[in-house]
């Protein structure tokens, strides 16, 4: 079992940066794939960015590429993503996932993969 925590959510206008943290429960933490979702009211749940157990492999969606950077720190459980450039588009409530399968891309932009969800952080990008 696994809990997920999100913080860094909240207001910042068009260019600036924000970063979230996700902070995990348990000792098993290294054994998942992670990954960052976001979903705005409506809309199905849109994969951001995916890491690797070992953080040595990195996925991200096509709108985030080049802007947004996933890593994680297993000594400390905790998963980042630090969203630069950020446009009003990126807004969204941002959620973290872990999954326990062997990393691939594909499989890792699947919500449906992922067993265990944290609560959500909102972001708002002000034009």
């Known amino acids: 079992q696994v809990q997920l925590v999100e913080s860094g959510g909240g207001l910042v206008q068009a260019g600036g940066s924000l970063r979230l943290s996700c902070a995990a429960s348990?000792?098993?933490?290294?054994?998942?794939?992670m990954g960052w979702f976001r979903q705005i009211p409506g809309e199905e749940r849109k994969f951001v960015a995916s890491i690797s157990q070992t953080g040595d492999r990195t996925d991200y969606a096509d709108s985030v590429k080049g802007r947004f950077t996933i890593s994680r720190d297993n000594a400390k459980n905790t998963v980042y993503l630090q969203m630069n450039s950020l446009k009003p588009e990126d807004t969204a409530v941002y959620s973290c996932?872990?999954?326990?399968?062997?990393?691939?891309?594909?499989?890792?932009?699947?919500?449906?993969?992922?067993?265990?969800w944290g609560q959500g952080t909102q972001v708002t990008v002000s034009s």
């Open positions: 996932a872990a999954a326990n399968l062997y990393y691939s891309p594909t499989p890792s932009a699947r919500p449906g993969n992922y067993a265990y």
């Open positions: 348990g000792r098993t933490f290294g054994s998942y794939v």
